[in-house]
């Protein structure tokens, strides 16, 4: 052979002339594309070591480099993926992900913009956050019914906000309390308490506390006794 294929300079960097393969065991054939093959008939893994207070690093570049970055710190032991050069994921040391955001507040931060200073509170599972109007969407076909549902281990569908988009039904809200729908708000904008529907009714509040006999509606002020 007349090319060369492996250079090694003064300062013992390495250039390699076409594909590298790592290792041995006859696994399987290397795409043509791929320019480092590490292969073995075991498991096998590539790995960076670093010290305590420094950052193991795969950078992706084009005319630009680092455009694309997976990283490891080890000084906070969290990992972050760039795209186009700006964070898009992070997973912290708790395990706390943050999308567009470097510092999560809750176990899935997904971030737009700054909201200003303010924190999620405590507990909180998924925080939204951006710096105009932010907004959760769910989206299904018109002829179902989209909701959040609050679940213990008494039982999984023990509260329920839900609405109807099927027109053969009631368009509207639905708000459920331990299993039993209490409250409806129809696309008529009527609301309905302890009841469903009211045929005698175009738009209003109907309340119905079936076999109870005691006040149906109260209004109280501190100053009077009741």
């Not at 300079?9 to 041995?24: E, I, M, P, R, Y």
């Not at 706390?96 to 470097?102: P, R």
Request: charged share 20%.
């Amino acid at each position: 052979y007349t090319t060369e294929r492996l250079r090694i300079d003064s300062a013992g960097l390495s250039t390699f002339a076409g594909n590298v393969q790592l290792g041995g065991g006859d696994v399987d054939t290397a795409n043509a594309y791929s320019a480092l093959v590490i292969e073995k008939d075991d498991h096998s893994r590539l790995e960076f070591l670093n010290p305590v207070d420094k950052v193991g690093t795969i950078w992706f570049s084009d005319t630009t480099e680092g455009m694309g970055r997976i990283e490891y710190s080890h000084s906070n032991n969290q990992f972050d993926i760039r795209t186009n050069a700006t964070y898009a994921l992070t997973i912290d040391s708790s395990q706390d992900v943050g999308i567009g955001i470097s510092t999560p507040d809750s176990r899935l931060h997904v971030w737009d913009a700054t909201a200003g200073s303010v924190a999620a509170v405590a507990n909180t599972v998924l925080t939204v956050e951006n710096n105009t109007h932010a907004y959760l969407s769910i989206l299904t076909p018109n002829d179902t019914v989209g909701g959040i549902v609050f679940g213990d281990v008494g039982s999984n569908v023990a509260g329920r906000l839900l609405y109807t988009h099927d027109p053969a039904s009631p368009q509207g809200f639905q708000f459920y309390v331990e299993g039993t729908e209490r409250m409806r708000i129809d696309n008529a904008g009527s609301v309905y308490i302890g009841d469903t529907v009211n045929t005698k009714m175009t738009q209003g509040l109907t309340i119905n506390q079936g076999a109870a006999d005691n006040e149906i509606l109260a209004l109280k002020s501190s100053d009077v006794a009741h």
